[in-house]
């Protein structure tokens, strides 16, 4: 099939090496230990970058940091949003300033649903599930597009600067950028060009490195901000650094969806329920008898339940190297590999739902 990569959709196969080609994207620098030893930067899972040497000079020299991230609030918080909380923790214990944007307004003229309902999905399913997982909310500026801070010199920055970047883009620059475009889709681009690069501004943080860690499909955005914050000239930006994150594939495989709840296993979900997602959808790359999975063996590259245990339910190397060995050969079969899957998913789900559990008595406390 072919592929189709934009903000909005994601279909098809994804040639990651081909798109570090046609985005300009560069093969991640030597990294220090402490990257090494996350699953996703050990295993490549995080495969590119933009201007992420700045990021490792001011972690180097503790000096100020801002890690950027936003959430559609209109579904069940998965395995594919754990990815970006993951990385969030992680810079969080390096020393950086967190910066959690709940993309509201984009949410309601795209979805149908209310803005308090937005709100409550945005709490309970996402800032519970970042706090259960380990980011410290209290140190994060957590905020809502339509209701960007109770203080007004902080609002008034945000929105003046969503709305003066205006003038320094043109149809076109979108048209190159995005393909067809709606009023909608531009104004939700600008708004969250204003997103990324608002923690600079005097009010917020002042000029210092941003990195924003996102799948290669939310790229068009990067590029975008990065382009309007050279042309405007009422700050002096620190341009935009970022980081590139395979896709968690889906159940049934291809990217998960929202929309979708056979697609994906919610952190919400019981150990039951995400036994019977795995054992029903999860796709397998085994054979179609057991006698020619014997003989031929399996192809993990394909496997669902494989990928899920590689992007960090089986954080051991040794142990997922032996399981895709075993897999490969046929000594594994499918439904054994996904056992293994289920049992580590229920102590994972298991522990964390308690974690979460008092986490939702936490998150109303601090977030206006």
Known sequence: MDSVITPWEVKGNVDYDKLKREFGL?????????????????RGLIFAHRDFERVLAAIKAKKPLVVMT??????????????VADQLILYQNLGAKIYLAVADVEAYNSRNQTMKELRETAVTEYAANYAA????????????????????????????????LSRHATFNEFRAIYGEISPGKMASALLQAADMLHPQLPEFEGSCPVVVPVGVDQDPHLRFARDLSQ????????????????????LKGGKMSSSDPTSYIALSDSPEEAAMKIKKYAFSGGQPTIEEHRLKGGNPDVDVSFQLLRYGLEPDDVKLKKIEDDYRKGKMLTGELKQILIEKITAFLTEHQLKRAKALKQVAKFIN
């Open 133 to 164: 997982l380990g980011l410290d909310l209290k140190k994060c500026d957590f905020y809502f597009q339509s209701e960007r801070s109770a203080r007004g010199e902080k609002a008034n920055a945000y929105y003046r600067l969503a709305a003066m």
């Open 70 to 83: 936003g959430l559609m609030p209109s579904g069940k918080f998965h395995f594919g949003h754990k990815m």
């Open 26 to 42: 560069g093969p991640l620098p030597q990294l220090p230990k402490v990257f090494q030893e996350m699953v996703l930067f050990r």
């Open 231 to 250: 042309r405007y000239k009422e700050h002096s930006f620190t341009q935009l650094s970022s980081t590139y994150h395979h896709f968690l594939p889906g």
